[in-house]
């Protein structure tokens, strides 16, 4: 005759029930554990513009420019540039594999024809892969449609703008994928600051 163990069928229904919930323990485990490594990874971001001209720039030497934003705002000497805009976090926040774009405007407003030089440097300290293009109207002067280049060859050197005109740039940017690197910079809170140096002189 067959005995009756009351413990033995609990058990196993204990068993089979632990195994029902096993995947979504994981799932969940997995969703904690991506949510936790995309806040590391995210790594604060600056830009600035610093004027590096020999002469000043200014109205009635005949050599005088203005830097400015989208919406007309001066850039120069600024340090709080929200050029690594993003979606995903706060406008002075990005992570790996974020990209966006920012314009600027080149305009001479002097009485003569000038010359002027853009190139651009960083502050890394953990060598997160930012890379770039940059378009100057509707030519690619760093870069082209699907090839970024390092901040190294990131520049505009020694073009020349007439009176009265105005070069508007698209400055396009993605952090590439490093997850060695990026793991490490987003543990020790990386910041990451781009500096644009303007080098101009009248013609």
Avoid at 76 to 90: P, Q
Avoid at 154 to 181: F, M, P, Q, S
Wanted: aromatic share 14%; charged share 25%; with cysteine.
């Amino acid at each position: 005759m067959a005995e009756f163990n009351p413990l033995h069928k609990h058990y196993k229904y204990d068993e089979d029930d632990k195994k029902k919930r096993r995947p979504w323990l994981i799932v969940l485990l997995w969703f904690f554990i991506v949510l936790f490594v995309a806040a590391a990874v995210c790594t604060a971001v600056y830009f600035c513009v610093i004027n590096v001209s020999e002469e000043p720039s200014a109205p009635g030497t005949g050599y005088y420019y203005e830097l400015n934003d989208a919406d007309g705002n001066d850039i120069v000497g600024r340090t709080d540039i929200t050029v690594f805009n993003n979606n995903s976090f706060s406008e002075d926040k990005i992570a790996p594999g974020a990209s966006g774009e920012y314009t600027f405007n080149f305009e001479n407003v002097g009485d003569n024809a000038m010359t002027y030089s853009l190139t651009f440097s960083c502050e890394n300290e953990y060598n997160i892969n930012i890379v770039y293009k940059l378009k100057c109207g509707s030519k690619y002067v760093c870069g082209d449609e699907d090839t970024y280049v390092s901040i190294a060859d990131l520049k505009v050197e020694d073009r020349v703008v007439r009176r009265g005109r105005t070069d508007v740039y698209t400055l396009y940017w993605t952090w590439a994928h490093n997850d060695a690197v990026d793991t490490v910079a987003g543990i020790n809170s990386a910041s990451y600051t781009l500096t644009m140096n303007v080098t101009a002189m009248g013609r």
